[in-house]
Structures are given as C-alpha cells and as structure tokens.
C-alpha cells in the first residue's frame, strides 16, 4: 500500500506539522506552500515543497512534478493558478506535466474532487480552515492507481468522515 501525507497552509505553527510527521510516519509527504518557514526548518525536512504567497524564502520552488510509487504528481501552492476563482488554469498546467494528481492549497478549503482522469487535493489548513471548522491534512492511499482513497484527518488525528474520496485514475 501507498501512501502520502499531504499538508499545507500551516502559517507558522511547527509543533502541529511535527506531531502529525511523528503520529504516521509516512515516507512520502508533500506540503502545498505557505508553511512561513525556512525551507531547510526541521519540521519540513522530508516534505516535497513548493512556495506560497506567505512564503519568503526564496529557495522553495513554486511547484514541482513528482512521481510517487507510479503515480505523477503535480505540486503548487495555487496562488499562481487563481485557484480561488477555479481549477482551469491548475488542470492545463497539471496536464503539461502529464501529472494525475494535483495537490494545491491556498484557498483553505480542503476536499478532493476526481475530474475526468485528474484527481484535485487541496488538504485544507491546520491553522485557518475555511468553509468548515476543522483544521485539516490528507493521507492518499493507493494499491493500483484504479483504487485512490482520500481520507482526510482533524490536526488531533480524527478521520473527517464527509471528506473521504474515492478515485481511480
């Protein structure tokens, strides 16, 4: 089984992203932007990466494609891409990168929505949520890229049963 750890818009809390590191330990993790930490900070270390708008180290990269267990993977923060207003923009540059899933922040709203062949996960925030009132990350799950599960978790490690997605790519 596969899995990763996606997180993103922490705005400076470090004790939270260190106890959710420790709680799965998870090799893979990917962090949408907008930690508001040096990019080599502890708490970071093992996390594909990518700038925020809040985000002024300017080594972190604005997105990054990575490939995870035969899956690609397109990583942006979301700001660049007007993600407030709509995925159109996020979508053409994911499929350029021929990645099937898009992992973004930004907006604050976490949920997952499979769209045609791509797969859109946005973690929601640890900090600040928006449209609801946990404070949320994402776990991805997969065996074959026919059988994706999307759970996402409260920042104390409770499964946000309404959020879960199923998808196959």
């Not at 809390?13 to 106890?19: C, G, H, N, R």
């Not at 995870?68 to 499929?95: C, E, P, Q, W």
Request: aromatic residues 8%; proline residues 3%.
């Amino acid at each position: 089984m596969s899995k990763v750890l996606i997180m993103s818009d922490n705005h400076g809390l470090t004790d939270e992203v260190a106890v959710i590191k420790e709680r799965h330990q998870i090799k893979s993790m990917i962090h949408c932007g907008d930690s508001e930490l040096d990019l080599d900070a502890p708490e970071m270390d093992g996390f594909y990466k990518v700038a925020g708008n809040c985000d002024f180290d300017a080594r972190y990269p604005n997105d990054q494609t990575i490939e995870i267990d035969g899956l690609t993977f397109y990583m942006t923060h979301g700001h660049l891409h007007n993600v407030k207003m709509d995925l159109m923009g996020l979508s053409y540059r994911a499929k350029e990168e021929k990645a099937h899933v898009i992992c973004f922040g930004h907006t604050h709203i976490a949920g997952a929505e499979q769209v045609d062949k791509q797969l859109f996960i946005n973690p929601g925030s640890i900090r600040s949520p928006r449209n609801r009132t946990e404070k949320t990350y994402a776990i991805m799950e997969w065996e074959h890229p026919d059988s994706i599960t999307v759970t996402f978790y409260t920042v104390d490690g409770e499964i946000v049963e309404n959020l879960t997605c199923h998808a196959s790519l």
